[in-house]
Protein backbone atom coordinates (compact mmCIF):
# COMPACT_ATOMS: atom_id res chain seq x y z
CA UNK A 1 0.00 0.00 0.00
CA UNK A 2 0.88 3.65 -0.44
CA UNK A 3 3.85 4.91 2.05
CA UNK A 4 5.38 8.44 2.41
CA UNK A 5 8.03 8.83 4.39
CA UNK A 6 9.69 12.12 5.10
CA UNK A 7 12.85 13.40 6.17
CA UNK A 8 14.37 13.81 9.86
CA UNK A 9 13.45 17.18 12.35
CA UNK A 10 15.47 20.34 10.79
CA UNK A 11 16.63 23.49 12.83
CA UNK A 12 17.18 26.59 11.25
CA UNK A 13 17.50 30.12 12.08
CA UNK A 14 15.14 33.01 11.24
CA UNK A 15 15.36 34.07 7.68
CA UNK A 16 16.42 30.95 6.61
CA UNK A 17 15.06 27.92 4.27
CA UNK A 18 14.28 24.66 5.11
CA UNK A 19 13.93 21.70 2.43
CA UNK A 20 11.78 18.54 3.16
CA UNK A 21 11.74 15.40 1.07
CA UNK A 22 8.93 13.16 0.76
CA UNK A 23 9.69 9.52 -0.72
CA UNK A 24 6.44 7.66 -1.92
CA UNK A 25 6.37 4.01 -2.53
CA UNK A 26 3.71 1.70 -3.05
CA UNK A 27 1.95 2.72 -5.71
CA UNK A 28 1.64 4.47 -8.90
CA UNK A 29 3.98 7.76 -8.18
CA UNK A 30 2.91 10.37 -11.25
CA UNK A 31 -0.72 9.32 -10.83
CA UNK A 32 -1.56 11.20 -7.33
CA UNK A 33 -1.01 14.82 -6.04
CA UNK A 34 1.18 15.11 -3.35
CA UNK A 35 -0.07 18.00 -0.99
CA UNK A 36 2.22 19.50 2.34
CA UNK A 37 0.14 20.09 4.93
CA UNK A 38 1.77 21.76 8.33
CA UNK A 39 0.50 21.67 11.92
CA UNK A 40 2.17 24.70 14.17
CA UNK A 41 1.68 24.37 18.20
CA UNK A 42 -1.41 25.26 19.39
CA UNK A 43 -2.90 25.35 15.92
CA UNK A 44 -4.69 23.57 13.44
CA UNK A 45 -3.61 21.81 10.33
CA UNK A 46 -3.11 24.40 7.58
CA UNK A 47 -3.03 23.26 3.92
CA UNK A 48 0.46 24.78 2.16
CA UNK A 49 0.11 23.42 -1.52
CA UNK A 50 -0.09 20.79 -4.17
CA UNK A 51 2.29 19.02 -6.90
CA UNK A 52 1.66 16.99 -9.06
CA UNK A 53 4.14 14.95 -9.13
CA UNK A 54 4.49 14.22 -12.63
CA UNK A 55 5.27 17.54 -13.11
CA UNK A 56 3.25 19.52 -14.87
CA UNK A 57 1.59 21.60 -12.14
CA UNK A 58 1.83 23.16 -8.21
CA UNK A 59 -0.47 25.39 -6.47
CA UNK A 60 0.28 27.09 -3.75
CA UNK A 61 -1.71 28.65 -0.51
CA UNK A 62 -1.75 31.92 -1.04
CA UNK A 63 0.18 32.69 2.22
CA UNK A 64 3.22 30.85 0.96
CA UNK A 65 2.90 31.52 -2.52
CA UNK A 66 5.90 34.05 -2.23
CA UNK A 67 7.86 32.37 -0.58
CA UNK A 68 7.54 28.49 -1.31
CA UNK A 69 8.22 25.84 -3.83
CA UNK A 70 7.25 22.20 -4.28
CA UNK A 71 9.36 19.71 -6.66
CA UNK A 72 8.96 16.85 -7.53
CA UNK A 73 12.12 13.50 -8.96
CA UNK A 74 10.44 10.55 -10.76
CA UNK A 75 13.51 8.57 -10.86
CA UNK A 76 13.21 8.84 -6.61
CA UNK A 77 9.85 9.06 -6.22
CA UNK A 78 10.14 11.88 -4.04
CA UNK A 79 8.79 15.25 -3.70
CA UNK A 80 10.38 18.06 -1.78
CA UNK A 81 8.64 21.38 -0.16
CA UNK A 82 11.21 24.45 0.19
CA UNK A 83 10.49 26.75 2.49
CA UNK A 84 12.07 30.00 2.38
CA UNK A 85 12.47 33.24 4.94
CA UNK A 86 11.72 31.43 7.93
CA UNK A 87 10.34 33.34 10.90
CA UNK A 88 9.30 31.78 14.41
CA UNK A 89 5.33 31.53 13.11
CA UNK A 90 6.85 28.71 10.92
CA UNK A 91 7.51 26.28 13.53
CA UNK A 92 5.53 23.22 13.02
CA UNK A 93 5.49 20.01 11.96
CA UNK A 94 4.89 19.39 7.89
CA UNK A 95 3.05 16.51 6.55
CA UNK A 96 3.03 15.34 3.25
CA UNK A 97 -0.22 13.92 1.67
CA UNK A 98 -1.37 11.45 -0.97
CA UNK A 99 -4.32 13.47 -2.38
CA UNK A 100 -6.17 12.12 -5.41
CA UNK A 101 -5.79 11.48 -8.70
CA UNK A 102 -7.55 14.41 -9.71
CA UNK A 103 -6.72 17.79 -9.03
CA UNK A 104 -9.90 18.55 -7.05
CA UNK A 105 -10.43 15.73 -4.95
CA UNK A 106 -10.84 16.27 -1.21
CA UNK A 107 -8.76 13.74 0.40
CA UNK A 108 -5.64 12.71 1.57
CA UNK A 109 -5.58 8.92 2.41
CA UNK A 110 -1.67 8.67 3.27
CA UNK A 111 0.22 10.88 5.13
CA UNK A 112 4.35 11.04 6.25
CA UNK A 113 4.91 10.69 9.55
CA UNK A 114 5.75 14.37 10.03
CA UNK A 115 8.91 16.50 10.04
CA UNK A 116 9.50 18.74 12.54
CA UNK A 117 11.03 22.09 11.96
CA UNK A 118 12.64 24.16 15.19
CA UNK A 119 13.63 27.90 14.05
CA UNK A 120 15.26 29.70 16.61
CA UNK A 121 18.65 31.73 16.69
CA UNK B 1 -10.15 32.22 11.25
CA UNK B 2 -11.44 29.34 9.50
CA UNK B 3 -13.50 29.36 6.72
CA UNK B 4 -15.12 26.18 8.18
CA UNK B 5 -16.05 25.90 11.94
CA UNK B 6 -15.69 23.29 14.23
CA UNK B 7 -16.51 23.10 17.99
CA UNK B 8 -13.16 23.44 19.86
CA UNK B 9 -14.46 20.28 21.74
CA UNK B 10 -17.14 17.93 22.47
CA UNK B 11 -17.45 14.98 24.62
CA UNK B 12 -19.22 11.90 25.82
CA UNK B 13 -19.51 9.07 27.68
CA UNK B 14 -18.28 5.28 26.50
CA UNK B 15 -21.05 3.99 24.39
CA UNK B 16 -22.77 7.15 23.46
CA UNK B 17 -22.15 8.59 20.61
CA UNK B 18 -21.44 12.34 19.12
CA UNK B 19 -21.72 14.72 16.64
CA UNK B 20 -19.10 17.15 15.61
CA UNK B 21 -20.06 20.43 12.57
CA UNK B 22 -17.83 21.51 10.10
CA UNK B 23 -19.92 24.98 9.09
CA UNK B 24 -18.96 26.76 6.18
CA UNK B 25 -18.53 30.23 7.28
CA UNK B 26 -19.17 31.99 3.92
CA UNK B 27 -22.33 31.22 2.26
CA UNK B 28 -22.06 28.19 0.11
CA UNK B 29 -18.89 26.77 0.87
CA UNK B 30 -20.01 23.71 2.34
CA UNK B 31 -22.86 22.97 -0.02
CA UNK B 32 -22.18 20.39 -2.87
CA UNK B 33 -18.47 20.17 -2.11
CA UNK B 34 -17.88 17.34 -0.52
CA UNK B 35 -16.22 17.04 2.67
CA UNK B 36 -13.36 15.23 4.00
CA UNK B 37 -12.23 14.34 8.04
CA UNK B 38 -9.62 13.00 9.58
CA UNK B 39 -8.63 12.24 12.90
CA UNK B 40 -5.95 12.84 14.90
CA UNK B 41 -3.68 11.41 17.97
CA UNK B 42 -1.22 13.58 19.80
CA UNK B 43 2.24 13.43 18.19
CA UNK B 44 0.66 11.51 15.17
CA UNK B 45 0.22 12.46 11.47
CA UNK B 46 -3.72 12.53 10.76
CA UNK B 47 -5.55 9.77 9.30
CA UNK B 48 -8.68 10.05 6.46
CA UNK B 49 -11.81 9.04 8.20
CA UNK B 50 -14.18 10.18 5.61
CA UNK B 51 -14.11 11.31 1.94
CA UNK B 52 -16.71 12.46 -0.71
CA UNK B 53 -19.21 13.96 2.09
CA UNK B 54 -19.94 10.15 3.54
CA UNK B 55 -17.48 7.38 2.32
CA UNK B 56 -15.41 5.40 4.59
CA UNK B 57 -12.13 4.34 3.31
CA UNK B 58 -11.23 0.49 3.98
CA UNK B 59 -10.24 -0.40 7.34
CA UNK B 60 -12.25 2.51 9.09
CA UNK B 61 -14.61 1.34 11.65
CA UNK B 62 -18.58 2.27 10.67
CA UNK B 63 -18.60 3.62 14.06
CA UNK B 64 -18.12 6.82 11.89
CA UNK B 65 -20.10 8.40 9.65
CA UNK B 66 -20.77 11.53 8.07
CA UNK B 67 -23.27 13.62 6.40
CA UNK B 68 -23.87 17.39 4.63
CA UNK B 69 -26.83 19.72 4.29
CA UNK B 70 -26.54 22.62 3.59
CA UNK B 71 -23.55 24.61 4.58
CA UNK B 72 -23.29 22.58 7.49
CA UNK B 73 -21.40 19.09 7.58
CA UNK B 74 -21.53 16.37 10.44
CA UNK B 75 -19.02 13.74 11.80
CA UNK B 76 -21.13 11.48 14.22
CA UNK B 77 -19.47 8.55 16.13
CA UNK B 78 -21.37 6.28 17.49
CA UNK B 79 -21.00 3.81 20.42
CA UNK B 80 -17.72 5.77 21.91
CA UNK B 81 -14.61 3.92 23.13
CA UNK B 82 -11.75 5.15 24.80
CA UNK B 83 -9.18 5.11 21.74
CA UNK B 84 -11.69 7.49 19.52
CA UNK B 85 -9.98 10.12 22.30
CA UNK B 86 -8.43 12.70 19.50
CA UNK B 87 -8.55 15.66 17.55
CA UNK B 88 -11.05 15.76 14.46
CA UNK B 89 -10.88 18.13 11.35
CA UNK B 90 -12.81 18.96 8.40
CA UNK B 91 -11.49 20.14 5.03
CA UNK B 92 -13.07 21.34 2.07
CA UNK B 93 -11.87 22.42 -1.30
CA UNK B 94 -13.10 26.09 -2.05
CA UNK B 95 -12.14 28.05 -5.28
CA UNK B 96 -10.79 31.25 -3.24
CA UNK B 97 -8.77 29.75 -0.85
CA UNK B 98 -8.15 25.60 -2.43
CA UNK B 99 -8.24 23.57 0.28
CA UNK B 100 -9.11 24.55 3.99
CA UNK B 101 -9.40 22.45 6.98
CA UNK B 102 -11.49 23.56 10.00
CA UNK B 103 -9.73 24.64 13.28
CA UNK B 104 -10.85 21.05 14.81
CA UNK B 105 -12.64 19.75 17.29
CA UNK B 106 -10.87 17.76 20.56
CA UNK B 107 -12.90 14.76 21.75
CA UNK B 108 -13.06 13.76 25.24
CA UNK B 109 -14.20 10.19 26.12
CA UNK B 110 -15.72 10.63 29.94
Known amino acids: QAQLVQSGAELRGPGASVNISCKAT????????IHWVRRAPGQGLEWMGT????????SYAQKFRDRVSMTSDTITTTVYMELESLTSADMAVYFC??????????????WGQGTLVIVSS | QSALAQPASVSGSPGQSVTISCTGT?????????ISWYQQYPGKAPTLLIYEGSKRPSGVSNRFAASQSGNTASLTISGLQAEDEAEYFC??????????FGGGSKLTVL
Open chain 1, 51 to 58: IDPSGAHE
Open chain 1, 97 to 110: ARGGTNFYSNWFDS
Open chain 1, 26 to 33: GYDFTRNY
Open chain 2, 26 to 34: TNGIVNYRP
Open chain 2, 91 to 100: CAYVETSLWV
